[in-house]
Structures are given as C-alpha cells and as structure tokens.
C-alpha cells in the first residue's frame, strides 16, 4: 500500500492523534505537514524529529511558494506522507479544495474521513478554548522515548463553559462539516472512514499503518461530566443526537 496519506477531518475529530500514530509507523524517510492548507503557524517534521520549514504566516508569498514547492516534492519523490485538510472555504475563499485533494490523489494521497460525534467535538473545542489546553501530548523527547516526558492535563476546580462559547463552537463545527461533506463527496475514490471511538480498529481493517501508542492522548482522563461544571445543562441545550453523522462501513481495497 502507497504510505502517502490525507486526514480530511472537523475541528477536534482526533486528527492530530491518528497524524502522528500514522507519522511513527511510516517508513523512512517520511513527512509529516501538520495542517496543511489552513494553520497561520505550521511546522513541517521529518522522521528524525529535525524541523525541516517553518512560515511565521499562512498569507504571504512564502507560504504560497511553499506550497508550490511541496508540489513539486509530491510529484518527484517517493518519500512518505502524512497530513491534515481542515476544509474552510469561507476563510480561504480562493483555494480550490477539491482539485488539490483530486490532485493529491492523482500523485498516490490517500484519504481518512475522520468521524466524531458532534457532542464530543463541541465540548471539547469549547473546553479547548476555555482552558488553552489543546492537547495533552508527547514532547519532543517523547517523541522519541515515548511515555517518559509527557505534559499532563491537570483541572484544580471544575469548569463553568459559556453558552456563548458554546454556541459559537456549534456554528464553527457544523461549517467544517459542511465542507468537508461536500467536498469528500467529489473526490472519490481512496476514501477511509476512521471513528474517533474504534480508530485503532478501523486503521487495522482498512490496512492504514500506525503505531501502537500515540505522541498524543486524550486530553482529559476524567469524563466530561465530572469536570464541567454545568456539563447537564449542556447536554440539554439541543438534541445532540440530531447531529450524529453516520460512518458508512464498508470493505476498503
């Protein structure tokens, strides 16, 4: 199986686990490039853990000639590939998403639709916001003796989440989805449905390489319920369920 690979997920899908259990299995010498088209920050890795490119500004000419030139590594080398499309089309008006991924296909990218039930997505995007705890990862010596230096969530008094922020992230949520819907629909073929909840699982039937642990973990290893403190009257602010997306199953080549 080619080992070039595109995530295509929404905002806290657990695409930034499943990027680097994807990034440490693959063989060397591999790529990782973060997010690629929308990140204002990006930090692109090689499989010795060396920076190999970094753009302080996702809008200038350096970032756009970047792109030209990651174009052409994709066309000319063999090396492997591991990256994140979060579509956003009301952000980057003149980026044609389709025809980049369609692109990326034509040079062997394969694709992973990364699910995760809406519920999920806006608690933790909207405790992500709260707090500034995005992830609870690996550093970069952890990177390469996993386990022995990692960055721990740590909450000393529950958290009272704004409706407002949460209302909003409701809105920022269903845009991502949107896109991406509209936009997976048109690419394809070499498309692999991952589930946030199986993912190890689903990556092992659709024969996608990872890792066995990952540089990057739940954030929190409490239940949501126990550290939110007005997490009930959350939950009942609408009928999450309504927003569920259906995984299709089926048997991938």
Request: include cysteine; charge should be neutral.
């Amino acid at each position: 199986m080619n080992n070039r690979w595109c995530i295509v997920g929404s905002l806290r899908s657990g695409s930034t686990a499943l990027q680097h259990k994807i990034f440490l299995k693959l063989p060397k010498p591999s790529v990782t490039l973060g997010e690629y088209t929308h990140f204002e920050v990006s930090i692109y890795q090689d499989s010795s853990g060396k920076f190999i490119k970094k753009e302080e500004s996702f809008y200038n000419q350096d970032r756009i000639k970047f792109r030209k030139d990651m174009q052409e590594l994709f066309e000319t080398t063999d090396n492997s590939y591991v990256m994140k499309v979060f579509p956003q089309p009301w952000i980057l008006v003149d980026f044609d998403y389709v025809a980049f991924l369609k692109n990326l296909a034509a040079n062997k990218f394969k694709f992973i639709h990364v699910h995760r039930d809406f519920f999920s997505r806006v608690i933790s995007y909207a405790m992500a916001q709260t707090t500034g705890l995005w992830h609870r990862q690996y550093t970069k010596v952890g990177l390469q003796n996993l386990g022995k230096d990692i960055k721990l969530a740590s909450i000393s008094n529950k958290v009272v989440l704004d409706i407002n922020v949460i209302e909003n992230c409701i809105i920022d949520i269903c845009k991502h989805d949107e896109a991406i819907n509209e936009i997976m629909t048109k690419v394809g073929e070499h498309v692999y449905n991952v589930n946030y909840l199986t993912m190890d699982d689903d990556c092992e039937t659709a024969g996608i390489p990872i890792v066995d642990k990952s540089p990057h973990v739940k954030t929190y290893d409490t239940d949501y319920a126990d550290i939110i403190e007005n997490y009930e009257e959350i939950k009942n602010l609408k009928d999450w369920q309504c927003f569920t997306l259906s995984v299709p199953r089926k048997k991938y080549e």
